[in-house]
């Protein structure tokens, strides 16, 4: 038999009805209140942001208006160029140095350091050093090191932040400046954008602290294609987890709604537990899908900047660090569909075992078999697994093939 | 023309899917975004299930074979539709639109905006790169590269490609969106997944709409969509969307059946549940649990007099059931590659494993950035309305999470799986099948509070 009003038993649906007796009124205007307060929040988070011109610096050398000449080689630099991309650094060693001198900066008025850097490469060992003259004790010198991730393609300049203030030696009058870059045996030149030394105060720290989180190189490990999607990276806050604290504070408000539920002593007090366990949970979850969306934004702009307008076989060969995919489809057109080949792949045994499934994938429809008579052979990876015996009998841009005996 | 050709080849199957819903009658007796949500999985099931069936009647598993083929199964299933609509009374199943006035009706229309803008980022962000999952290269995509240039399932290129025991499902949905760019391209096939979360998203708001007002029900998918996990998994090639898309579909359709008592809802989570098990193996799984709690439900929860427990679990049953064990023969009598095996541990190994395992798994729970804060709030949720884990809302969305999450941990204690969860490279993935169930049920229950709450407004205003 059919129910007669299907609407009627799928809209009153037997739920739990009890609960403390709070005002539908109330919450609504509370829910507002903390809309407001939400909206309040990110604009101070905005203010702070690296973007933000509400900080003022002490003093600042932007380099991208090609004229700022107060910045000096130091030591195993080439050549400085002074573009309207900014200062670019071309090495002659493995440690190229720039020095300013005949400042008169107070040690005092200064918290930190901030680059807009950009280098080809990560750079583990960077050093901001300085001089400063002190009134009745010996002059200071000393230094700050610090790391500068990649650039990406398409752009996008690091901000580094180096914190001062904490270093016993950052006192007096700071006279002199110099920054060292260990670029090793690479060669590649940084380009330096701009460098600015900015006060303590509330907003300097809140821009260092929103760059402490690192939320740009999240985005960007979200933007990259991990070879395995089994988790993102997370948000760090000091030594925990974004997600660790507000699952903190949404556990705190649920253990309030708990109390809500035992018998109230004080209606009032119970709708006050309330009001403020509902309001914790949405700012929490609130605050987290506004993280979510500068997170996925930025890294939308990353994806945009290095892969976006560009083919398939030009975001791998990005990817791969070699011409993988131009292989690929030199062989299917040498060989016939089916053939079987054999690669001499290099790396690490995950590494190896990555880029066996990545050859596998982009050569079908030939087959990637270990046993096979065929050997492929990759400059790119200056590993040999011929025998002198071996013939070559077909060669191409970055690979080699040859006939096993 | 690479994004053209991709919107035509999944707007295909919506329009597939939609068509055999509207047929059947059911255009009106759900909400228009659950109709929508659901016709993209019925369509791309359609689509998978036919492709699988030409290389086996010898005929070449290409466009020009695969279009007129699928037409025909769909024109079977109009037919066949047709006279099932009788049967189907068209009523319509959501609460009205809020009457809040303008303000409530902006923030929604706002809210609405920016989802859909955000899905429309999330769509670039997967078109942007080609794919580049370990398991795309490794096995699915792979496959469908294979069964694109061979023209055909061949068995030794299904041996000799990753893990023979994944079924064909995604390969050959991978397969048909690449067919319409006439080439095989690393990148065009993606769209499936943004197309996946859309139509997840989709369903989880037209099915909230039906206790929920529109911008609860609208805040609940906020919620899902603000998951990182899921919403990477959408912008890159993986099995573990789509799953997750067919277990909330069949978990939001044996609650409705579980309300309205009609087949046609007990007909699509079966559909649901059958592309589940045709897109991954632990869609195995999920319909398993799915089965029992609908078992449970008709035999001992509150079940009416007039349901019949044998026809109820018979139906839902027999679709997947029919492509489970279809595929395990297949797998069993035709492929020769060795199956996976998880040989179990001691009963002491498990018991001495079964407490590190509990312990990493809440503490990746709680730490993690990948859910941001469902799991206090679900397992909160749960505790507050511990007393009706009876009912259809607690059911079919709380005990599946709870069930899925027991059963995967519980293997991991007891076989080699131990080792992949400890390196921390199963347990999100397998957490990703539950989390938009279980953001569903936080959404249902605040969302039904809510009401209530609001039900008793005027008496509190006096």
Redesign the interface.
């Known amino acids: 038999?059919?129910?007669p009003?299907?609407?009627a038993?799928?809209?009153c649906?037997?739920?739990?009805?009890s609960?403390p007796?709070?005002?539908?009124?109330g919450?609504v205007l509370l829910m507002r209140h903390l809309i407001i307060a939400l909206a309040g929040f990110l604009v101070v988070l905005l203010a702070c942001s690296a973007t933000s011109a509400y900080a003022g610096a002490v003093a600042k050398w932007d380099f991208r208006d090609g004229t700022t000449t107060a910045w000096q080689v130091g030591g195993d630099v080439a050549e400085l160029l002074r573009t309207a991309e900014g200062l670019v650094v071309i090495p002659s060693g493995v440690a190229p140095t720039i020095v300013i001198s005949g400042l008169a900066v107070s040690a005092a008025d200064v918290a930190y350091a901030r680059l807009q850097i950009r280098s080809p490469i990560a750079i583990d060992e960077a050093y901001l050093g300085w001089a400063a003259a002190r009134r009745g004790q010996p002059d200071a010198r000393s230094n700050r090191r610090f790391a500068i991730p990649r650039e990406l393609r398409g752009g996008f300049p690091r901000s580094v932040w180096i914190r001062l203030d904490e270093a016993p030696e950052w006192s007096g009058t700071v006279q002199n400046l110099g920054l060292l870059i260990v670029v090793g045996e690479s060669g590649q030149p940084v380009v330096i954008e701009s460098i600015a030394l900015f006060p303590a105060g509330l907003l300097t720290q809140s821009r260092a602290w929103w760059e402490a989180l690192a939320l740009d190189d999240?985005a960007e490990d979200?933007?990259f294609?991990?070879?395995?999607?089994?988790?993102?990276?997370?948000?760090m806050v000091g030594a925990r987890?974004?997600?660790?604290i507000?699952?903190g504070v949404?556990?705190v408000g649920?253990v309030l709604?708990?109390l809500t539920?035992l018998k109230p002593v004080r209606p009032t007090l119970s709708r006050a537990l309330a009001g403020t366990a509902i309001g914790l949970?949405v700012c929490?979850?609130m605050g987290?899908?506004a993280v979510?969306?500068y997170?996925?934004?930025r890294?939308?702009r990353v994806?945009?900047a290095v892969?976006?307008a560009r083919s398939?076989a030009d975001?791998?060969r990005y990817?791969d660090g070699f011409d993988l995919v131009g292989t690929a489809a030199d062989l299917n057109r040498a060989l016939p569909?089916g053939t079987e080949l054999a690669a001499c792949l290099w790396g690490n045994p995950r590494a190896r075992d990555?880029l066996s499934?990545?050859v596998?994938?982009e050569l079908?429809?030939l087959?990637l078999t270990p046993d096979a008579t065929l050997l492929l052979e990759f400059d790119e990876g200056k590993t040999t697994c011929r025998t002198p015996d071996d013939q070559l009998i077909l060669s191409g841009l970055g690979y080699h093939v040859y006939q096993r005996q | 023309m690479t994004y053209a050709w991709g919107l035509l080849a999944s707007a295909i199957p919506v329009g597939v899917g939609a068509v055999l819903l509207f047929r059947a009658g059911l255009y009106g007796h759900m909400h228009v975004a659950l109709f929508v949500g659901v016709a993209y999985g019925l369509g791309l099931a359609l689509i998978s299930f036919v492709l699988v069936i030409l290389p086996v009647l010898g005929i070449p598993l290409t466009l020009l074979w695969a279009l007129p083929s699928v037409g025909l199964a769909w024109g079977a299933l109009w037919f066949a539709t047709g006279r099932f609509s009788k049967h189907v009374e068209s009523v319509p199943a959501s609460t009205p639109a809020s009457a809040r006035g303008l303000w409530m009706r902006a923030v929604w229309a706002v809210g609405l905006a920016l989802l859909v803008a955000k899905l429309g980022l999330i769509g670039v962000r997967a078109m942007d790169k080609p794919v580049i999952g370990w398991d795309a290269v490794t096995t699915h995509s792979l496959r469908a590269k294979a069964m694109y240039y061979d023209q055909t399932i061949a068995r030794s290129s299904l041996d000799w490609i990753g893990s023979a025991d994944y079924p064909l499902g995604l390969p050959l949905l991978e397969l048909w969106v690449n067919w319409f760019q006439g080439r095989w391209d690393d990148t065009a096939f993606k769209i499936l997944f943004p197309g996946f979360l859309a139509a997840l998203l989709a369903m989880l708001y037209g099915a909230l709409r039906e206790v929920v007002r529109p911008l609860g029900s609208l805040f609940g998918a906020w919620f899902a969509a603000s998951l990182p996990l899921l919403v990477e998994h959408a912008t890159d090639a993986y099995l573990d969307l789509p799953l997750a898309y067919t277990t909330l579909g069949t978990s939001i359709f044996l609650w409705r059946h579980a309300r309205t008592r009609e087949a046609h809802d007990l007909l699509l989570a079966s559909a649901m549940a059958a592309f589940g098990v045709w897109i991954k193996r632990e869609g195995a799984v999920a319909f398993g649990i799915a089965l029992a709690l609908l078992a449970l439900w008709s035999v001992i929860a509150r079940a009416p007099v007039r349901a019949k427990p044998v026809s109820t679990l018979a139906a839902f049953a027999a679709m997947p059931a029919l492509v489970w064990v279809a595929w395990a023969v297949f797998r069993w009598t035709a492929l020769e590659s060795a199956p996976l095996s998880f040989q179990p541990s001691s009963v002491s190994d498990f018991f001495s494993r079964a407490l590190a395992v509990a312990a990493y798994a809440s503490g990746e729970l709680w730490r993690s950035s990948n859910w941001n804060v469902l799991w206090p709030l679900f397992f909160g949720v749960w505790l507050f309305h511990a007393r009706r884990s009876l009912d259809p809302d607690i059911l079919f969305f709380t005990w599946p999470v709870v069930l899925t999450l027991a059963a995967f941990l519980a293997t991991s204690a007891g076989t080699v799986m131990f080792d992949f969860l400890m390196q921390g490279s199963t347990l999100h993935r397998m957490v990703l099948h539950v989390a938009p169930l279980a953001a569903f049920s936080v959404g249902l229950m605040v969302g039904r509070h809510w009401e209530t709450i609001r039900a008793r407004a005027p008496r509190a205003r006096g």
């Open positions: 038999m059919k129910s009003n299907i609407r038993q799928i809209v649906i037997p739920f739990d009805t609960g007796g709070t005002s539908a009124l919450r999240v979200l933007a294609p991990l070879w395995s999607l089994n988790t993102v990276r997370p948000v987890t974004l997600g660790s507000a699952t949404v556990c649920l709604l708990v539920r949970i929490v979850a987290l899908v979510a969306a997170l996925e934004t890294a939308f994806e945009w892969f976006g398939s975001d791998y990817m569909a990555l499934r990545r596998r994938y079908y429809p087959r």
